[in-house]
């Protein structure tokens, strides 16, 4: 089963142990257009380092700096679910949106969603820079997080949280918890959902 995600480009930002916001979602309530979204917003800060260091946040995506001097990066992809599924087994087909998702049908006609938290997060500094950035900036972080969310028509079972009227799952992971070593040890592998996908 191929792997194909969601995850944003978040290798340029999480080294720099900046604050930022990642929103990933995928739609799953149209079965003719499912659509994968990532959107990042770095603070002024963030975007302004990496400038500094020549990288570019959002080299799979479109950039736009706002009026307060954050950046946001869009990442996304609508397809239908035939052919969502097909690219998980096909190895050329790159949905250019990161690694760390699997998408797969079950034989009741649900479908599994699982995000790879591990690999999704693989590029956080060591255990101990984390233990120092936390120690700095432990304060700037806070209200920061990477949320995942995960849309259909029901949601059948989740390890995270089922919201509003049942047709949605989400997982909030702040990046307190994300660069604390002993939080993070606490979360799960993989944030996983089965779910009833619309029509």
């Known amino acids: 089963m191929r792997r194909t995600s969601m995850g944003l480009a978040l290798a340029a930002v999480l080294p720099l142990a900046g604050c930022f916001d990642a929103d990933v979602t995928a739609d799953f309530t149209d079965t003719s257009a499912v659509r994968l979204d990532a959107v990042m917003t770095m603070d002024p800060e963030v975007y302004d380092l990496t400038q500094g260091m020549g990288e570019d946040p959002c080299e799979d995506g479109e950039g736009s700096v706002n009026s307060d001097g954050s950046f946001t990066c869009t990442m996304g992809d609508t397809r239908t679910l035939d052919d969502l599924l097909a690219a998980m087994d096909d190895p050329e087909n790159d949905l250019g949106i990161g690694e760390g998702v699997e998408i797969r049908e079950l034989d009741n006609g649900n479908i599994s969603v699982s995000f790879d938290l591990s690999e999704m997060t693989e590029d956080l500094p060591p255990e101990e820079e984390r233990q ?8 700037a972080l806070a209200g920061h997080a990477m949320t995942l ?21 989400r997982l909030v992971i702040p990046l307190t918890v994300m660069f604390d070593p002993v939080l ?16």
């Open 132 to 139: 120092q950035v936390a120690a700095m900036f432990g304060e």
């Open 149 to 169: 969310t995960v849309i259909g028509d029901e949601i059948v079972s989740t390890n995270g949280e089922i919201l509003g009227d049942g047709t949605a799952a």
């Open 184 to 199: 993070a040890a606490e979360l799960p592998q993989s944030f996983d959902t089965e779910l009833v996908p619309g029509g």
